[in-house]
């Protein structure tokens, strides 16, 4: 492959786990650097919160024994110190912490001066200048080997993938910034086994320039992520099952924005399927009150309101009015099942 390869556990669990994966990396696949999370705060507090500096003696020893470079991440200036003291080669900057441009400032100021790597993933919201700006407080450091690392963004919309990849976000970067490197995390957009592989094919159809995947030798036991890490047969069948494009051919721009289409589709059809349920809501309760389905005066309102919305959008009038029709007619359907 000529993409980068990054693959490492969720969080560092053990001795033993972390060097189990370093060799297997090291003697069966080309990846040249072991990521692992040591600090681990979730979401909501009493999990396992990682098990931090003792995790980095055990990456430390990966490191010597197996010839891998080594990632963590990092979220205060404390662990940057800590990194630089047990030889972590590359840092990265969490999702979490990259929506937060007074931590990421801290961070950047305590790399000031060091030759570690940094990788800053995306913030949870899509926001590309919190993200970009992120990379710049780092660079501004005096940090030279700067990465953006595209995780996906939270999304309320439902959805196979855990977050949403929003692929015209990675691409504005890419666009504003030619020079950096922007690997792809489809890990975590994916958050599900099963679909690590096709997200990681559509990253690198998005002319990504390296791949960072969560791998653990007994993936139902990780502690943390455990339905989205590979084991390490998958792992080896992703890596030779993935196709690398032409990224300079003429039809990469094409197949950019058909990924971006893509993306919209999912979204709209995943919003029409949440209108719909409330319409079945809707139904119900309208039966329970002996109300009548098409309430006409409802519907006029309705579409007045939406085309003027249409206007504001831009949308064709004729194209509008046909499609809440349909959409309208529906929603008739489905309430007219309720009774
Ligand atoms: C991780 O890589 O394990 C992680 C916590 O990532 P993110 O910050 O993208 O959620
Ligand atoms: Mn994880």
């Not at 994966?21 to 999990?47: D, I, M, N, Q, Y």
């Not at 990465?147 to 691409?171: C, D, K």
């Not at 990780?222 to 339905?227: G, I, V």
Request: proline share 4%; aromatic share 6%; glycine share 6%.
């Amino acid at each position: 492959m000529k993409i980068t390869l990054i693959a490492g556990p969720c969080s560092a669990e053990s001795e033993e786990q972390i060097l189990k994966t370093a060799e297997f990396l090291a003697t069966k696949t080309s990846v040249k650097t072991l990521r692992a999370g040591v600090w681990k705060l979730r979401t909501r507090p009493g999990g396992f919160e990682g098990h931090g500096e003792k995790a980095l003696r055990w990456l430390q020893s990966a490191k010597e024994k197996f010839g891998l470079s080594v990632a963590v991440e990092v979220t205060t200036p404390e662990h940057v110190e800590l990194c630089s003291k047990y030889n972590i080669d590359t840092v990265w900057i969490g999702a979490r912490t990259t929506g937060n441009p007074f931590l990421v400032q801290k961070i950047a100021d305590s790399l000031a001066g060091s030759d570690l790597s940094v990788m800053v993933k995306n913030p949870l919201n899509p926001d590309w200048a919190l993200w970009l700006g992120a990379i710049e407080r780092v660079e501004e450091a005096g940090i030279t080997n700067v990465i953006a690392v595209h995780r996906g963004f939270g999304t309320t919309q439902h959805s196979e993938l855990r977050n949403s990849p929003m692929w015209e976000i990675p691409i504005e970067i890419k666009r504003r910034r030619p020079d950096l490197q922007i690997y792809c995390d489809p890990s975590h957009i994916a958050g599900r086994a099963d679909l690590v592989f096709p997200v990681a094919q559509r990253a690198l159809d998005m002319a990504m320039d390296g791949l960072m995947i969560e791998i653990h030798p007994d993936p139902k036991h990780a502690l943390t992520d455990a339905f989205q890490q590979l084991d390490f047969s998958e792992f080896e069948k992703l890596v030779s099952q993935l196709v690398e494009k032409d990224t300079h051919g003429k039809h990469n721009e094409l197949e950019q924005m058909r990924a971006i289409i893509d993306d919209l589709d999912e979204e709209l059809i995943a919003t029409l399927a949440k209108r719909m349920k409330i319409v079945e809501k809707i139904g119900e309760y309208k039966h329970e009150h002996k109300v009548s389905t098409l309430q006409m005066e409802r519907w006029k309102k309705l579409l007045e309101n939406r085309l003027n919305l249409g206007r504001k959008y831009n949308l064709n009038e004729e194209f509008l009015t046909a499609l809440l029709n349909v959409i309208h007619a529906e929603s008739l359907r489905i309430q007219g099942d309720k009774r």
